[in-house]
């Protein structure tokens, strides 16, 4: 059964979902918080529509597919299945996302974000493995069920179009949906992650998100550097003693204590174990410079710093021109995009308030210093996996990859989740994913794996028949 069921998810791929999937990373519908106009650009449709479709055309008994439109929020794609047993009463949901991350820097040559090329095993091209294979790959996932005479609850697939943004419009859907949510006792995430490819990995827990702008104005416009320098403070140097408030330059240990939160023993522990399982560390995945490693060196240290412990990075700056035109001005002002992952019981709210205080604060020089929140979302740690899950796990994993499933932390958001652990604080989770060590989500030269996506799918059935026979 295991050995027909993963060739049947293999040949769907190959035949139909990769070709599909080839045109939908072609597609440059970015997330709405990096292109305002989403709407009136029209790729976003463009893209539920594509999987839409591809949807709807599944052999799958009783499958309805509709896109629920809400005036301002970008639209959601949402796919019902009845359960095989009549009198079932529970839910299984199943979560991903469609829409992208901004182009970015840095694709060689050959590749880009809108281009889908495929080498190997490989389809590059933005979007692909984060999270545009979702959809796909859920609802072969229950389509296999059926064809194998394999049981499955109620499937309630959501597909959002706002994640890359922190979910600003999930909320305002969820609530549209009502009581179509049901109660669900399992959901499924396929937006995560995988340290390697040989075996099911499952994400316990996520960092959160706070995202706003740092922004400096000493001048009211640029002067001559020579004569104003000594006299006007730089503003990039007002910054910069700003960030020591928040950050230890030499550490990188971020100071507002409304980040940090203490770690639980369990995911330690659990840190330790899959470290010691882990052909190499995890830093090794990252294209360092010749020269250059990570801020830590103990494998386990590396899976806590990524998961538990609170970080600054900046990922943008304006007010300033290109190296090669930068004249001796001293410029009126520094803006930084300033991005916080924290940790699962962080409250973002409190955390982005204490940002704040801190930045705006009695200002060096007087300059006027403002800190303008953008996108936010809270951490998640996963409630402890019940008997049932445990051993569905172990087989799925065995069955399709060879190898037990392990588990590990992982830095990434998922707003979505976060909302789902209150909501329904019984349920069990599954997240998991094909993004592998240099699938580069966000960056230059993403791509998919699709022989683990592949396996994820196979997977998923098994998990479906498993909570339906628990």
Not at 203 to 217: E, N
Not at 327 to 334: A, Q
């Amino acid at each position: 059964m295991s050995e027909r069921l993963l060739q049947d998810a293999i040949d769907a791929w190959d035949a139909e979902i990769l070709p599909t999937l080839v045109e939908y990373v072609a597609i440059p519908n970015v997330s709405e918080a990096y292109d305002a106009d989403w709407a009136a650009h029209g790729h976003m449709d463009r893209a539920v529509e594509l999987i839409r479709s591809w949807c709807a055309a599944r052999s799958i008994e009783g499958l309805t597919v509709e896109v629920q439109a809400i005036p301002g929020r970008t639209p959601l794609l949402v796919m019902e299945v009845p359960p095989t047993d009549p009198s079932c009463t529970d839910t299984v949901l199943l979560y991903g996302h469609l829409d992208k991350q901004p182009e970015m820097e840095g694709w060689r040559e050959g590749l880009g974000p809108w281009t889908p090329v495929i080498e190997g095993d490989r389809l590059y091209g933005r979007g692909g493995a984060d999270d545009g294979y979702s959809a796909f790959a859920s609802l072969l996932a229950i389509e296999l069920a059926q064809r194998h005479g394999l049981p499955h609850a109620r499937c309630l697939v959501l597909i959002e179009a706002s994640e890359e943004s922190g979910s600003p419009d999930l909320p305002a859907h969820m609530q549209a949906l009502g009581e179509r949510l049901g109660n669900p006792s399992l959901v499924v995430c396929l937006d995560s992650a995988c340290i390697d490819y040989d075996r099911l990995w499952v994400t316990t827990s996520l960092r959160g998100l706070v995202d706003g702008v740092l922004r400096v104005d000493i001048l009211t416009e640029g002067v001559h550097s020579g004569e104003a320098s000594g006299v006007v403070a730089s503003s990039f140097r007002i910054a910069r003693q700003l960030l020591d408030r928040i950050e230890d330059v030499d550490t990188g240990q971020v100071l507002v204590a409304e980040m940090h939160v203490p770690i639980p023993a369990d995911r330690a522990e659990q840190a330790g174990k899959t470290a010691a399982e882990m052909p190499e560390p995890v830093a090794d995945h990252f294209p360092f410079v010749d020269g250059a490693g990570p801020m830590v060196d103990d494998p386990a240290q590396q899976l806590m710093a990524r998961t538990w412990h609170p970080t600054l990075s900046v990922t943008g700056a304006d007010g300033w021109p290109p190296t090669a035109r930068a004249g001796n001005v001293l410029r009126p002002f520094t803006a930084l995009r300033l991005s916080f992952r924290i940790p699962p019981g962080a409250s973002a709210g409190e955390c982005a308030a204490a940002v704040r205080e801190r930045l705006e604060a009695d200002p060096p020089y007087g300059a006027r210093v403002t800190f303008t929140p953008g996108g936010s979302g809270p951490g998640w740690n996963a409630p402890p996996f019940a008997p049932w899950l445990d051993a569905a796990l172990d087989h799925a994993s065995t069955a399709t990859f060879g190898q037990p499933a392990r588990a590990f932390g992982e830095g990434g958001t998922i707003p979505f989740m976060g909302m789902l652990g209150e909501q329904f604080p019984d349920a069990q989770f599954v997240i998991t994913g094909a993004l592998g060590p240099g699938s580069n989500a966000h960056g230059p030269n993403e791509y998919l794996h699709w022989p683990t996506a592949k396996k994820v799918t196979a997977v998923i059935t098994h998990l479906l028949a498993a909570h339906a026979n628990r």
